[in-house]
């Protein structure tokens, strides 16, 4: 079984996480499937619009813990950080679907899409300090840019959820959406974009981001820099340690 579906049709590729066994939770095969994907999006004048999206009860865990365990991110050709600056940088509108947890990278991917609908059991969730990590996709610098500094430390330090009403207020989301309506609605905006002439498109997005490119990419190495030293450092071998035997981590003895 394919844990990425992609799926071209009248000018939409959607992009399924296909994973539900581990709650779609990501690993490099996958990101270099998206990787590839976007490329492959960016490229062909067939695709117009890209939607991601999950399963019904979940978009995405995140990060596979036991394939980061395993094999942490090598550099920055690694699949995790090509497709993040693939996603930060691709030209045709970009749309996400979301419905239930979203959980790291789940939540800060969506910081790169252009569009974001939520069913009404989407929760947002962006754990890195309680993994003993740090952000990463310049979610240290967009989250805090979008919902204010004192909200951005309640997401980002503390690593509270939050749900769809409280992803709306803050413009993560555009539209909140009841059940089985959400994969359904983002397919008829993505419809309605891919009527509209690609080129308008491509250069108004390229100009609502020109801005802000060099600071994204900027802060997402200095960040990728930070997250693989800190992966093999032993707050994270904790955290991951403690989730793979399915107990509480114990940071009081990690300095
Ligand atoms: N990496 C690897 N495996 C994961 C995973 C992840 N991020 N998230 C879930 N899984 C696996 C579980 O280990 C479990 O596998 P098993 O059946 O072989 O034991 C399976 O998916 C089901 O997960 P479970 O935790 O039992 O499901 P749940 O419905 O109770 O909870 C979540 C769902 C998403 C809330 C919970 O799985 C979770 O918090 N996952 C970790 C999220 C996270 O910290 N991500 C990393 C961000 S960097």
Known sequence: MTDILNHIDQGVMTLTFNRLDKKNSITSAMYATLADALEQAQND???????????????????????????PPAGENSPVFRFLRNIASFPKPIMAAVAGPA???????????????????????????????CPEAASSLLVPQMMGYHRAAEALLMGDPFMAEAALEVGLVNRVLPPTEV?????????????????????TKR?????????????????????????????????????????????SNIH
């Open 45 to 71: 004048s067939a695709v117009r619009v890209v939607l991601i999206q999950g399963h019904e009860t979940i978009f995405s865990a995140g990060n596979d813990i036991a394939d980061f365990l395993n094999a």
């Open 103 to 133: 959980v790291g990278i789940g939540t800060t991917l969506l910081f790169h899409c252009d569009f974001v609908y939520a069913r009404d059991n989407a929760a947002f969730s962006m754990p890195f300090v309680n993994l003993g990590l």
């Open 183 to 203: 994969n359904s609605y983002a397919q008829a905006q993505a419809r309605k974009l891919v009527a509209k002439p690609i080129s308008s498109l491509v250069e």
């Open 207 to 251: 100009l609502m981001k020109a801005g802000q490119a060099e600071h994204i990419k900027a802060q997402m190495a200095q960040e990728g820099a930070s997250f693989g030293r800190m992966l093999r450092e032993p707050a994270a071998r904790e955290a991951f340690g403690a989730f793979m035997e399915k107990r509480r981590p114990d940071f």
